[in-house]
């Protein structure tokens, strides 16, 4: 049973916030499965040298073309945690652009054992670092009955 579906889409001035994304499980189930899926990952902007430097100059630190390209490639950085009736349930703070997460009673390493229950939820985007001038987001649930 699909429980949730919602795509987001993102832009620079979307960084370094949290969107939290409510949605209802009807039932009780066996497990949730969350495909959470993001793109683009790289960010393939000319400007990346010129980012990368203007990063660690906000935080008062010096950083030469030839450190900054070090630092390439960049990557567009979105992570996800869920919340459910009873509190923070885990979270999926990983590099991964396209991955499912199962929540049930031996769930996937970030996750709480849970036997997900009927009540309210919300799936919270985290907005790392987005670079690319549009990053698509995708969440789906399906409650395991």
């Not at 009873?86 to 979270?91: A, V």
């Amino acid at each position: 049973m699909i429980v949730l579906d919602e795509t987001l889409t993102l832009s620079p001035s979307d960084t370094a916030k949290h969107i939290a994304i409510p949605f209802s499980l009807p039932a009780d189930g066996t497990e949730l499965r969350i495909r959470y899926r993001y793109t683009p990952k790289r960010y393939e902007g000319e400007d990346a040298v010129d980012q990368v430097v203007a990063c660690y100059g906000r935080y008062g630190l010096d950083c030469t073309e030839a450190e900054a390209r070090k630092e390439l490639p960049l990557n567009n950085l979105i992570t996800l945690s869920l919340d459910g009736p009873h509190g923070w349930i885990g979270t999926a703070h990983r590099h991964l652009n396209d991955a499912v997460y199962c929540i049930s009673q031996t769930p996937d390493p970030g996750f709480m054992p849970y036997r997900p229950r009927k009540g309210d939820y919300r799936a919270v985007v985290s907005t790392h670092a987005v670079l690319s001038d549009c990053v698509t987001v995708g969440i789906e649930g399906e409650l395991i009955l």
